[in-house]
């Protein structure tokens, strides 16, 4: 397996004029829109070696509730896994140079999670792909890395991932 590049845009939050911009909190639909993105990367059978998010709390609060729907478990003295690693890098200005260096971490053939915000991330995708999308909040794309350019693998509304986690086998057993 090639290593690939997760990205996952915070859920819908509060309007910008509710609070600075550092502190505004997810809605009740992003709260929902972060929960069924990390189910249905579940259902998909996905797990990730590192999960790295912003730390504006939009974000850090879609990385927590998408890695709990995940079956994360906090990885107690070590810096891989699945809980959220926060990194300033992704508060606004995130590149693929920031993308790829924090990915090396991970080694090869992982999987890597980042949680955080347009345009940053639309911008990421572009520059390995060559290619132009429209990420949604609380919307996923994956990037498949061949050295520096990559191919997209996905991409994801969130109303496809909510379909993703209600079509899965453990959401019809509960």
Not at 12 to 32: F, I, M, Q, S, V
Not at 89 to 117: I, P, S
């Amino acid at each position: 397996m090639a290593q690939q590049l997760w990205f996952l845009r915070h859920g819908e939050a509060e309007p910008h004029d509710a609070r600075p911009d550092p502190d505004r909190r997810l809605t009740p639909r992003g709260e929902e829109q972060s929960r069924a993105a990390g189910r249905a990367l579940a259902a998909l059978g996905l797990s990730f070696q590192l999960v790295v998010t912003s730390p504006l709390v939009r974000a850090l609060d879609t990385a927590r509730l998408a890695c709990e729907a995940l079956g994360c478990e906090p990885v107690v003295g070590e810096a891989l896994g699945c809980e959220p690693v926060v990194d300033e890098a992704l508060a606004g200005g995130f590149d693929v140079d920031d993308a790829l260096r924090l990915a090396a971490t991970a080694g090869e053939d992982t999987r890597v999670l980042f949680v955080g915000h347009n345009p940053d991330f639309v911008q990421i995708v572009g520059d390995l792909t060559s290619g132009t999308i429209d990420l949604k909040k609380g919307g996923v794309a994956a990037v498949r890395l061949h050295g520096r350019r990559g191919e997209l693998i996905v991409l994801l509304r969130p109303r496809e991932l909510k379909r993703i986690r209600r079509a899965s086998p453990s959401h019809a057993q509960r």
